[in-house]
C-alpha cells in the first residue's frame, strides 16, 4: 500500500499504538464583500465566534497546561505535536492572519511530528470549505479535493497523506476523486463500513451493524477498479468523469471510545481515559500491531468541554508512552503496517453515501430527514429548497462560465483548479503569474479583472455548499444566513459580467423555504432582513469610507479599507453655521478582483451623529470641480435651502447615514462620539462618589443597599479611572473601597494584562534585575487589585524563559544582584502559577 515501508514491517503482537484524530473546523464567517468577519454580539466580549473557540480552543492545545494537585502548572504542552489533526483550509486562512503565533505553532507541531516519523507528519488536508461532497457534481468535487490539497501543500510543505472527508460523507464518486488525487487514506465512522475480507480472499464478512475492527487500516474497494479501466461516473451534472488512479486505505474510528470524549465525561481525568484507552485494544491480532484510534471535532478539547485540552495534553505526553503505548499518526502507522484486509463501504440511499453525523446517509443536507440539534422543536422542509435553489444557481452560473469565461481562459475549469494559488496570495505577482499561464487573450487590465470576477464567481458557489448551512434546525440561522451570502455574491458577479439575473429565480426557490419562526416564515424572508443589508456596493463602500474617516480621525488618510487600496485625488472642507462638508475625489480598487471605480462623495457633518454621504460613481474630473464650486457657494446657506440643495444635481442617489456602515465602524464611530461625554461623567460620577463616601459607608453600616444610581455610577467611575492609572504605569495605586461597590474591572484587567505581558517580553530579552523588579511588582499590584486578570499570554512567554534556561547575570553585576535576579524569578515563577521545581525536574511525578 503506497510507498515502500522505510522501516521493519516485523509485527509484535505486544506492539500498541494509538493515534488521537482532532477535526479542527470554523464555518467560514467573513462577509464576502470585504472578506472580513463583521463583529458578532453574540460572541461578546469577543469580536466572533472564531475568537472565542480560538481563545477556548486553538490556542490552549498549543500551549496546554499541565497541572498538579496543587493547581500549579508543571509543563506546556503542544497538543498539535502529539495528536493527528486537520485544520480546515478558510480556518487556517483566518488564524494565519489574526492568531500568526498559534498559526505557526501548528505548522511547526506537524514539521516536527514528520521528523520524528519517517517524514509523515500530524497533519491531514481536508476537502476545502467543508462542502458534502457526495451531493456535489463531479467538477465541484474535483475542485475541492484539489483546492485542499493545495492549501495543505503551501501551509505544511509537503504533500498531504491523507484528507479529512466533512462530516466524513463518502460514497463511490467520491472515492475515485480522493483516488485519482493521490490520496492515501481516510477517516471513516464505524458504521460507515459494509463488508470485508482478507486480501485475495473470496468470502466477505458483513459488518454493517457497524461492528468493523477499527484496531487496523483496510484497503477500499473503489466501484469500478475490479479490472475495468473505464471511467464510471455518478451521473451527477457537471460531467468531465475521470478513470480511477492509485490506491485508497481507510481507518475506522472506534466509535464507543470516541462517544465517550465527545458526549460523556472521558475527558475528566486523563488516567481514566488511558484506562479506556487500554481496554480498547483487546486480545494480540494475529500477531499484528494493535491501533487504538478515536476521532473528534477538535474543538471538543476546550471549547466544548472546558480545560479538557489539558486531560489531552496529560494523556498524550505523559499517560500513554507510561504505559508502553506509541502514540502515532495515521500516516505512519500505514507506512509501516499496510493494510491486510479490503473493505467496501455502504452505498447509501441511491449511492449518495454516509456520513458520521447523519443517520439517513447524507440527508441532513437535503432533506427534513430527521437529524436536528433539538434548538426550535421545529421541522427542517427548508433544506431541500435551499439546496435545489442553490443548484439552480450553480448550473446556470457554470454554463455562463463555461461560455465567456471560455473566451478569456484557456481551460476555465482548469484555471478554477488552478486558482487556488490566487486565493493563497493575492499579490500583483502571483496575479500576473496566473494569469500568463490560464489567459487566452491579451493581459489587460478588463481582462484580468473580468477573469479574476468570473473565478470568484465559481469560489462563491462553492462557499455557498459550506455543510454547517444545512446542519442546524433553523433557516435563519447565520450559518444558513452565510451560505445565502455567498449565493448572492456569486449571482451578483455574474449579473456584473453578463447582465443575466441569476438572483431572481434563487429567491423564488428560497420563497419555497418554510422557516419555523414568525420573524422568518420562508428563506425569502432571511434573504431579503439578513442577507441584503450585508452586501457593500461600491456607492455604499465609497459612503462607508468617506464617514468613516470623516468622523474618525481627521487627520488620517488611510490608504485601505478592507481589501480595497484607496487612492485620494482631491479634497475640499467648508465649514459653515458649526457643519462640516467635505468634497473628495477617490479611486478604489478591489484586492480580489483588481477591479477599480472612480466616485466623488459629499459628506456633511452637522454634529453628534448627524452626517449625511452622497456618492456619485465614476464622475469624471470636470463634474467632480462643478460640484465642489456648487457646494462651496451654497455651503453657507445650507440652514436655509437644507442639505438636499447642496447634492443635487451631483448626488442622484438617496444619502447614507451611520446606519449604513458595517457594525464595527458603527459601533467604533459612536463610541467616538461619545468618548468626551464620558469622560466628562466619570470624573464627575468619581466626585459624586467621593463627596458622598461618608454617607455610602453609613449605608452599609445600618444594612441598607446603596441606592443604585449611586453603585451602577460609582462602580462604572472607579473601574475607569482604574484603568487610566494603569495606563499611566503608576508604580504605587490605591483604590477607595466600599462595601457593595465593587469598580467595574474588565477594562482595568485587559489594561493590566498587556501590562505584564510587556514586562515579560522586557524580562525575556534582558534578564536583569530592574525587569525582574518591574514584573515582579506589577505582578504585587495585580494581586492586591484583585483584578481578576487573564496572563494566559504572559504565562506562555515566561515558560519558554524558564525552559530555555535563564542566563542570570553574574560576573558583572556581581553575586549579591545574580542571587536577587534568580530569587525573583522564583517568585514571579510561583505569582504566574508555575511549579518551579518540577519545571526544572522535567516532567510530573
Known amino acids: 500500500m503506497g510507498d515502500t515501508p522505510t522501516t521493519s514491517t516485523k509485527r509484535s503482537p505486544d506492539k500498541r499504538y494509538a493515534v488521537i484524530h482532532g477535526h479542527f473546523y470554523q464555518p467560514p464567517r467573513e462577509n464576502p464583500w470585504i472578506e472580513a468577519i463583521e463583529r458578532q454580539p453574540g460572541a461578546a466580549p469577543h469580536h466572533d465566534w472564531n475568537q472565542v473557540v480560538t481563545w477556548e480552543c486553538y490556542l490552549p492545545n498549543m500551549v496546554s497546561r499541565v497541572v498538579n494537585d496543587a493547581g500549579q502548572i508543571i509543563d506546556l504542552v503542544n497538543n498539535y505535536r502529539t495528536i493527528n489533526f486537520n485544520i480546515g483550509p478558510t480556518l487556517l486562512a483566518w488564524l494565519e492572519g489574526e492568531f500568526p503565533d498559534v498559526y505557526a505553532a501548528i505548522v511547526a507541531a506537524d514539521a516536527a511530528s514528520a521528523e520524528a516519523n519517517d517524514g509523515h507528519g500530524n497533519a491531514m488536508a481536508q476537502a476545502y470549505n467543508h462542502m458534502i461532497l457526495p451531493l456535489a457534481n463531479e467538477r465541484d468535487r474535483r475542485t475541492q479535493i484539489a483546492w485542499g490539497i493545495a492549501d495543505f501543500r503551501s501551509r505544511f510543505g509537503r504533500e498531504p497523506e491523507g484528507m479529512w472527508l466533512p462530516e466524513t460523507a463518502v460514497n463511490a464518486a467520491t472515492l475515485r476523486a480522493l483516488a485519482a488525487a493521490g490520496i492515501k487514506f481516510i477517516v471513516l465512522a464505524p458504521g460507515q463500513a459494509w463488508r470485508y475480507r482478507p486480501i485475495g480472499a473470496d468470502d466477505w464478512h458483513d459488518v454493517a451493524d457497524g461492528a468493523i475492527d477499527p484496531r487496523q487500516p483496510y484497503r477500499v474497494v473503489i466501484e469500478g477498479e475490479a479490472g475495468d479501466n473505464a471511467p464510471v461516473g455518478d451521473g451527477a451534472p457537471g460531467g468531465d468523469e475521470r478513470p480511477i488512479e492509485g490506491e485508497l486505505a481507510a481507518f475506522f474510528y472506534d466509535g464507543g471510545l470516541a462517544h465517550s470524549i465527545a458526549f460523556d465525561d472521558a475527558l475528566s481525568r486523563a488516567e481514566e481515559l488511558a484506562d479506556r484507552v487500554e481496554l480498547a485494544f483487546g486480545a494480540p491480532m494475529h500477531a499484528m500491531a494493535r491501533l487504538v484510534n478515536v476521532a473528534t471535532d477538535g474543538e471538543t478539547y ?26 502515532t499518526n495515521y500516516a505512519a502507522f500505514l507506512a509501516k503496517f499496510p493494510p491486510r484486509y479490503q473493505v467496501e463501504i455502504k452505498p447509501g440511499r441511491d449511492g449518495q453515501g454516509t456520513s458520521w453525523s ?5 440527508d441532513r443536507w437535503q432533506t427534513d430527514c430527521g437529524c436536528w440539534t433539538g434548538e426550535t422543536g421545529g421541522h427542517q422542509k427548508w433544506r431541500a429548497p435551499m439546496r435545489e435553489a442553490f443548484d439552480q444557481l450553480r448550473d446556470a452560473a457554470a454554463e455562463l462560465f463555461e461560455q465567456h469565461g471560455g473566451r478569456l481562459l484557456k481551460d476555465p475549469w482548469a484555471a478554477r483548479d488552478a486558482y487556488i494559488d490566487v486565493i493563497l496570495d493575492r499579490s500583483d505577482e502571483s496575479i500576473e503569474r496566473f494569469m500568463a499561464k490560464h489567459l487566452a487573450v491579451d493581459n489587460t487590465d478588463d481582462a484580468r479583472t473580468a477573469a479574476l470576477k468570473w473565478l470568484e464567481s465559481q469560489r462563491h458557489a462553492m462557499l455557498m455548499y459550506t455543510s454547517c448551512g444545512w446542519f442546524f434546525d433553523e433557516i435563519s440561522r447565520p450559518e444558513s444566513v452565510q451560505c ?23 429567491v423564488e426557490k428560497l420563497a419555497e423555504a418554510p422557516g419555523n419562526t414568525t420573524a422568518y416564515p420562508t428563506g425569502c424572508d432571511v434573504y431579503e432582513q439578513l442577507v441584503k ?7 455604499r463602500l465609497v459612503a462607508h469610507y468617506a464617514i468613516t474617516l470623516g468622523l474618525g480621525d481627521e487627520l488620517a488618510e488611510p490608504d485601505r479599507i478592507y481589501h480595497y487600496r484607496v487612492e485620494r485625488h482631491d479634497e475640499q472642507r467648508f465649514n459653515a453655521d458649526g457643519a462640516l462638508f467635505v468634497m473628495a475625489r477617490l479611486s478604489l480598487t478591489s484586492g480580489v478582483t483588481a477591479e477599480q471605480r472612480e466616485a466623488m462623495y459629499l459628506l456633511a457633518h452637522l454634529g453628534d451623529d448627524r452626517v449625511r454621504c452622497y456618492v456619485t460613481l465614476d464622475a469624471a474630473q470636470r463634474q467632480y470641480e462643478a460640484a465642489v464650486a456648487a457646494v462651496g457657494k451654497r455651503a453657507p446657506d445650507y440652514l436655509k435651502t437644507g442639505i438636499e440643495a447642496l447634492a443635487r444635481p451631483y448626488f442622484a442617489g438617496e444619502a447614507f447615514t451611520l446606519s449604513d456602515l458595517l457594525y464595527d465602524e458603527r459601533e467604533r464611530l459612536v463610541t467616538s462620539l461619545l468618548q468626551d461625554r464620558l469622560g466628562q461623567a466619570t470624573w464627575q460620577f468619581l466626585d459624586l462618589f467621593r463627596d458622598n463616601m461618608g454617607l455610602l459607608k453609613r449605608y452599609h453600616d445600618v444594612g441598607w443597599k446603596v441606592p443604585p444610581v449611586l453603585r451602577v455610577s460609582s462602580e462604572y467611575a472607579l473601574g475607569e479611572a482604574l484603568a487610566d492609572r494603569l495606563k499611566e504605569h503608576r508604580e504605587s495605586l490605591t483604590r477607595d473601597r466600599v ?7 474588565d477594562k482595568a484587567a485587559m489594561v493590566f494584562e498587556e501590562i505584564v505581558l510587556d514586562r515579560v517580553w522586557a524580562l525575556c530579552g534582558d534578564l536583569s534585575l530592574d525587569n525582574a523588579r518591574a514584573l515582579h511588582e506589577a505582578l504585587l499590584v495585580g494581586r492586591d487589585l484583585d483584578l481578576g486578570a487573564r496572563l494566559y499570554r504572559a504565562q506562555n512567554e515566561f515558560f519558554k524563559l524558564l525552559k530555555g534556561g535563564a542566563d542570570y547575570p553574574t560576573s558583572e553585576t556581581g553575586p549579591d544582584e545574580a542571587a536577587e535576579t534568580r530569587s525573583l524569578i522564583a517568585e514571579i515563577a510561583a505569582q504566574l502559577g508555575f511549579d518551579l521545581t518540577a519545571l526544572q525536574q522535567g516532567a510530573p511525578a
Open 739 to 745: 462595601r457593595d461597590i465593587t469598580p467595574q474591572l
Open 302 to 327: 476546550g471549547h466544548h468541554r472546558r480545560f479538557s485540552d489539558m486531560a489531552l495534553g496529560y494523556l498524550t505526553k505523559y499517560e500513554l508512552p507510561k504505559r508502553g503505548i506509541t502514540l
Open 358 to 362: 447523519c443517520a439517513h446517509g447524507v
Open 533 to 539: 443589508p450585508a452586501a457593500l456596493p461600491w456607492d
Open 484 to 506: 445565502m451570502q455567498y449565493a448572492r455574491r456569486a449571482a451578483e458577479l455574474v449579473r456584473e459580467l453578463t447582465g443575466r439575473d441569476l438572483e431572481t429565480a434563487l
